[in-house]
T-cell receptor
Framework: GQQVMQIPQYQHVQEGEDFTTYCNSS?????IQWYKQRPGGHPVFLIQ?????EVKKQKRLTFQFGEAKKNSSLHITATQTTDVGTYFC??????????FGQGTELSVKP | DSGVTQTPKHLITATGQRVTLRCSPR?????VYWYQQSLDQGLQFLIQ???????AKGNILERFSAQQFPDLHSELNLSSLELGDSALYFC????????????FGEGSRLTVL
């Protein structure tokens, strides 16, 4: 079945450093979504990428969708303590299933 | 506030028991998804309903079942509970048939003793 792998599982950074999490799907995706889950909270939608090679920015966050629509990345520039949480990618292959990666837990040391 | 309501927020029960988790989607959303999140685990897709019909199924155990009612609320039934079923169960809703942005509820934390 469809699998979505995400690395790294954990990332500890100093405030101000950059952070990147990578997502790879075993199948071609129709779109990919990114969510953030704060400690003790629920996942909150960040963005959806649909087009091959698409790049989208939200302030310090940059999202990319690979040319083959099988991988994606989220890059945060100059992390802040408010960025703490677990970042999930979620792949949709139009089968009605939105499959989540295992998530990358980001901790930021002030 | 996502607009998705889940009850109960916390539930403690014993092995072998049966529980029902309830979800009310955002007003107007026709799709409901159920996910299981165990400790240090990602979000495992269980099942999706759209306008009352089962749309997609994940690795949902046979001891688990779900349904979506005409008023669009959904229930997830977990029976013959085992210790390993202890987890946070999230419901999410979406306006679209195919996945668009999912709005998650705050989850129901199930503890099986």
């Amino acid at each position: 079945g469809q699998q979505v792998m995400q690395i790294p599982q954990y990332q500890h950074v100093q405030e101000g450093e950059d952070f990147t999490t990578y997502c790879n799907s075993s199948t071609t995706l129709s779109n990919i979504q990114w969510y953030k889950q704060r400690p003790g909270g629920h996942p909150v939608f960040l963005i959806q990428l649909v087009k091959s090679g698409e790049v989208k920015k939200q302030k310090r966050l940059t999202f990319q969708f690979g040319e083959a629509k099988k991988n994606s990345s989220l890059h945060i520039t100059a992390t802040q303590t408010t960025d703490v949480g677990t970042y999930f990618c979620a792949g949709d292959n139009q089968g009605g299933k939105l499959i989540f990666g295992q998530g990358t837990e980001l901790s930021v040391k002030p | 506030d996502s607009g998705v309501t889940q009850t109960p927020k916390h539930l403690i029960t014993a092995t072998g028991q049966r529980v029902t988790l309830r979800c009310s989607p955002r007003s107007g959303d026709l799709s409901v998804y159920w996910y299981q999140q165990s400790l240090d685990q990602g979000l495992q897709f269980l099942i999706q309903y759209y306008n009352g019909e089962e749309r997609a199924k994940g690795n949902i155990l046979e001891r688990f079942s779900a349904q979506q009612f005409p008023d669009l609320h959904s229930e997830l039934n977990l029976s013959s509970l085992e210790l390993g079923d202890s987890a946070l169960y999230f419901c999410a809703s979406s306006a679209r048939l195919n996945t668009g942005e999912l709005f998650f509820g705050e989850g129901s934390r199930l503890t099986v003793l």
